[in-house]
């Protein structure tokens, strides 16, 4: 069993999303993203199957050009190669789960 904590060590970048690996399994890396209001993630796609969780805040999550408001306890799978972006409205955590054959430097470019 491995313990790790969503909530915890939490820490804002100014200008940009904070991303980390949380745990690793036989089939998903948990990935946890921290953002500002304000903060964006641009449009880009999955290779693999994803889930979002948003822990907590609140984000507009774009599927495809469209927009949805996703709050606190919110949950949204996505195929692989769906294109999507996110918006930060409120101080947030996500909970990002992808395939162990995804890449999370993948994720980490996007905000570069």
Do not use: W
Not at 9 to 29: F, H, R
Request: proline share 4%; aromatic share 4%.
């Amino acid at each position: 069993m491995e313990k790790v904590s969503l909530t915890k060590n939490i820490q804002y970048n100014e200008g940009k999303p904070a991303i980390m690996v949380l745990l690793k399994t036989k089939t998903s890396k948990e990935i946890r993203i921290v953002m500002k209001k304000g903060q964006e993630m641009k449009e880009h796609t999955a290779p693999y199957p994803i889930m979002v969780e948003l822990f907590e805040g609140a984000i507009d999550f774009g599927v495809n050009g469209k927009k949805t408001l996703l709050q606190k306890g919110d949950l949204v799978a996505l195929a692989e190669n769906v294109p999507h972006d996110l918006t930060c409205v409120e101080d947030c955590i996500i909970r990002l789960s992808i395939s162990v054959h995804d890449k999370p430097n993948r994720i980490k470019g996007l905000i570069d």
